[in-house]
């Protein structure tokens, strides 16, 4: 169990979350075009580093709206909360962040 | 290699017991093997094993960050069963089974299986259905299956709530009678001992930190303990395959989560058969010891830590103790979590790579204890050979790209 900071509600359980997987995965443009292997890359094909990971969470029980999050899978250190559509930040190793944006 | 038996054990007793050879010898990586096993777990052994058994190659290292069978193979619930839906699942996981029959003796070396009986509960009308056509597939690929009404489960399980009026009545059950736990230390550490006997280097404390790879063809490994030549190089290495993956270029449909087990205090035996329940998701079964194993179901979010959430324990012991009520009074003593590799369909990849020489043997997710040999034995047939056996042919990379996925998620549930 680790503590999730929801940009809206702040730090919560991460039982009240639901997991989104890998984040930044963008659905081709022009999907008849797509070989099987570019559909297989694109459905299947996952990064699952051990370290750094940007991912989605949901705020299930709480305000429901989903969010971006880089954390360090090996540690659960929570490195970065981010707004769905925006950029990842760029330097990952820094101290993971405490609370969250009010 | 001295051989086990009653009178080993009566001479070695004349001596205090003082004279008892090492299982397994500790040597040196040497420069250059025929084929290195990356991972020195239950089917990294048995891959080497077979490897020098079956085929004859016997100029082969297992290779283990850390310790032998100290991964997942040490995590385990250790149950054993083939009772699986699709085809190519029931055929490679009831060689496997078929192997751990035979598995003492071939090895000398006692991994204590007791074929105890599985029993995979059916909670709703649904589950009723599924369970009968599983039971039906198993018997037309020649697998012992049964199906089984509450009053039979009665029998086998005086303890069980069948109080219709709960929230997941229990309705039926298939029961597979060949099915049962075996030891899992013992399956890693007779594995490694007959490996040993027949050549098999086994080097413990050496992570791989890199491929030597040259154009599309794997020449051997950098590891912390120096660089190593390999013709061949077989990756068996559970929930961390996504990592050596990368190393050598290519990605996986993999992701790694984790997977947490339980045991209770250790009681008078209370329960001789093994229990399994997809829907509200529990396995127990009473270990020689006296204590109840409990698995629960995996973490959502992929992580590498070996440790779950408190609330998947307590979702796990809810439905435990709805099935069984009087465990609720009991304590848990210990409680883990390992890392799985899961698959999309829930099947494992043994396969070639896009890297010639380079094999990968991983994908098991929740269950792979019960494919410890079987997995080693097709996987040892593909790395010899260059190409699959056809028990492990259907479960090859290139499935996510053709679409032929084996998707067992509905006939395992999700406990595996």
């Known amino acids: 169990m680790f503590l999730i900071p929801c940009p809206w509600c702040g730090e919560r359980e991460e039982s009240e979350f639901s997991y989104g997987h890998e984040a930044h995965i963008v659905r081709p443009e022009d999907p008849e075009k797509l070989s099987d292997a570019e559909w297989a ?32 899978t090996h540690t659960n250190e929570i490195l970065a909360v981010y707004l769905m559509g925006e950029k990842p930040p760029k330097n990952l190793a820094k101290e993971p962040v405490k609370g969250a944006k009010s | 290699m001295t051989h086990y038996s009653i009178f080993s054990l009566l001479r070695n007793a004349m001596g205090y017991h003082q004279d008892w050879q090492q299982a397994w010898r500790s040597p040196d990586p040497k420069p250059e093997y025929d084929v290195l096993v990356i991972g020195g777990g239950g089917h990294g052994l048995a891959t080497a094993y077979y490897l020098a058994k079956e085929h004859g190659i016997t100029n082969v290292a297992v290779i283990e960050k850390g310790w032998l069978g ?7 619930t250790t149950i054993i069963r083939s009772n699986y839906l699709w085809d190519e699942s029931a055929h490679l996981y009831e060689k496997s089974l078929q192997l751990y029959e035979g598995m003492s003796q071939d090895l000398n070396y ?6 105890r009986g599985v029993l995979n509960l059916a909670h709703s009308l649904g589950d009723v259905r599924d369970t009968k056509r599983r039971v039906y597939a198993n018997k037309l690929n020649g ?12 029998e086998l399980v005086p303890i069980i ?27 890693a550490w007779g594995l490694a001992r007959a490996a040993d006997a027949r050549g098999v280097d086994i080097i413990q404390n050496c992570e791989v930190t890199g491929f030597d790879i040259q154009n599309g063809q794997v020449k051997g490994v950098h590891t912390t303990r120096g660089d190593i030549k390999a013709k061949k190089v077989g990756v068996v290495v559970a929930g961390h395959c996504s990592v050596l993956s990368e190393m050598a270029g290519f990605r996986m449909p993999i992701e790694s989560h984790p997977l947490q087990a339980m045991v209770s205090d250790p009681v008078k035996p209370i329960i001789d058969v093994v229990v399994m329940s997809g829907a509200v998701h529990c396995y127990v079964s009473q270990s020689d010891k006296g204590e109840l194993v409990m698995g629960a179901g995996i973490d959502a979010h992929t992580s590498y830590s070996q440790r779950g959430s408190m609330h998947i324990v307590e979702d796990q012991i809810a439905a435990v103790c709805e099935l069984f009520p009087l465990f609720s009074r009991m304590r848990l003593m210990r409680q883990w979590g390992g890392i799985v590799d899961t698959c999309p369909d829930a099947s494992p990849i043994i396969s070639k790579t896009p890297v010639d020489g380079l094999y990968f043997n991983c994908g098991w997710g929740t269950g792979g204890f019960k494919a410890t040999p079987g997995s080693g034995w097709v996987f040892a047939h593909t790395i010899a050979c260059n190409e699959p056996h056809p028990l492990n042919a259907p479960f090859a990379l290139d499935r996510f790209v053709n679409g032929n996925l084996i998707d067992e998620h ?4 999700v406990a595996h």
């Open chain 1, 41 to 72: 890359n694109y459905l299947f094909m996952r990064t699952n580093p051990k370290g750094p990971h940007l991912e989605r969470w949901v705020h299930t029980a709480g305000c429901r709206r989903w969010f971006n999050v880089a954390r360090n």
């Open chain 2, 161 to 187: 709530n069948l109080d219709p009026n709960i929230r997941y009545p229990v309705l039926g059950s298939s029961l597979q009678r060949r099915g049962g736990t075996a030891r899992h230390d013992a399956v």
């Open chain 2, 70 to 76: 100290g991964g997942n193979t040490g995590r385990n």
């Open chain 2, 143 to 154: 697998i012992d299956s049964e199906y089984i009404g509450p009053e039979e489960i009665r």
């Open chain 2, 110 to 115: 006692n991994i204590m299986l007791s074929q």
């Open chain 2, 410 to 413: 509905g006939a395992a549930g």
